[in-house]
């Protein structure tokens, strides 16, 4: 396995850590990963760090809030952005990259972007005032045995499961299901949009093909809830991991298109538009 789009249909959360400790040359690979220079579709820039665990006192862990259903990890990879236009979707789209070339190199991980205590990561990380960590990810070998909480976890968020085709991919308008089979080319790369990992497994993305003006259409269904909890951000996080997904397996397949944001769309009231792939001329 060396294309990220195999590694798309391999990753799966992983919160439960095996003890034995990342080798050293997947390590090295790890940091020049990590270390490389990022950039999103929407020209934001974020930076990613990775933060050693080895020198936490089982107190200081405790008080990590959320991650109390991660056993075990030792290394995180912390992701810091500068607030700006699609700085979010932008912070998705390149932590998911890396995400993925950490799954090509055996390791396991999970977003993890709900309320918690910010604190202790922001300062491992040398965060800057003005600057945003929305996530954290821990890194390393899922252990052999998943504990209760995140057997607990996956069930009540019902990761093993994708909402099907007909609910989230639409041809022309919202009320025609695109089927499978009239997708094209693109079938691959839908299919693979819709492996994406969301916060709480919401899979807020909608897309809708116009086939003749050789465009998908990206849409997000956004949870109240979120918005009332004022962590909508994390949808917008869910949006770039959802186009990173839909890019690399067109990209790997020779399929040639760009992103942008199209002036005129049509205002819906339950989905907000937000970006669109336009295929190249010549594909
Ligand atoms: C932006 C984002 C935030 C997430 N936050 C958390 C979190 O705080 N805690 C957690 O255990 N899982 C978190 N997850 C993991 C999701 O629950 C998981 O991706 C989803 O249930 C699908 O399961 P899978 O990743 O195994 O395919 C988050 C995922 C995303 C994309």
Redesign the pocket.
Known sequence: MDKLSEAIKK?????TYSDKPIEENIRRQLEAIVKAAHEGPFGNRPKFKLLSMETVTPAQWKKMG?YG??KGARIFLAGIIRPGHMAMTDY?YCKEKIILQATLLGLGT???????QSDFFAQAAGLQPGALM??VTPLGYPASQKSLT?KL??RF????Q?KPWKDIFFADDFSRPLPENAAGRYRAALENLR???????KQPWRVLYNAEKKVFHFFLERSQQYKMMGIAH??D??LG?AMSHFEITAREMGLKGSWSIKKDMPQEKMREYMVSWQEAEKN
Do not use: H, K, Y
Request: a positive charge.
């Open positions: 990753r799966v959360s992983c919160r959320t259903v991660i998705g999970c977003w993890l972007g709900g309320t918690f929305p996530t995140e976890m996956r968020a019902g990761s093993d994708r492996l994406a990992p969301s916060a709480s497994n994390l949808q996080i869910d991991i």
